[in-house]
C-alpha cells in the first residue's frame, strides 16, 4: 500500500492506484495525489497522468502525442 492510499474509496479504487504505483516504480520519484474523486500522479512536482474510475489518462501535448498514437492509445 502507498501513502495517500489508506481509506480511499472514491471513484479510483485502493488496488488500482497500488496497480499503477507498481507500474510506476520503474521510473522512480513518482507519487500521487487524491483529487476530485480521482487521483493525480507527478513526478519533480508536475502532474503528468490522472486516474479515474480505474483508468489512467497520461498528459499528452504536441511535443509527445505522436509517441502515444504511434503506441496504440487514445
Same mark, same amino acid.
Given at each position: 500500500?502507498?501513502? !495517500?492510499?489508506?481509506?480511499?474509496? !472514491?471513484?479510483?479504487? +485502493? *488496488?488500482?492506484?497500488? @496497480?499503477?504505483?507498481?507500474? %510506476?516504480?520503474?521510473? !522512480?520519484?513518482?507519487? @500521487?495525489?487524491?483529487? @476530485? $474523486? $480521482?487521483? $493525480? @500522479?507527478?513526478? $519533480? =512536482? +508536475?502532474?503528468?497522468?490522472?486516474?479515474?474510475?480505474?483508468?489512467?489518462?497520461?498528459?499528452?501535448?504536441?511535443?509527445?502525442? *505522436?509517441?502515444?498514437? !504511434?503506441? =496504440? %492509445? *487514445?
Amino acid at each position: 500500500m502507498y501513502p !495517500g492510499s489508506e481509506g480511499f474509496d !472514491g471513484v479510483v479504487s +485502493k *488496488e488500482y492506484l497500488t @496497480f499503477v504505483m507498481d507500474l %510506476m516504480s520503474v521510473v !522512480g520519484g513518482v507519487s @500521487f495525489r487524491r483529487m @476530485f $474523486g $480521482g487521483a $493525480g @500522479f507527478f513526478q $519533480g =512536482g +508536475k502532474m503528468f497522468a490522472l486516474a479515474a474510475d480505474d483508468t489512467l489518462y497520461m498528459k499528452a501535448d504536441d511535443s509527445n502525442r *505522436e509517441d502515444y498514437l !504511434g503506441l =496504440g %492509445m *487514445e
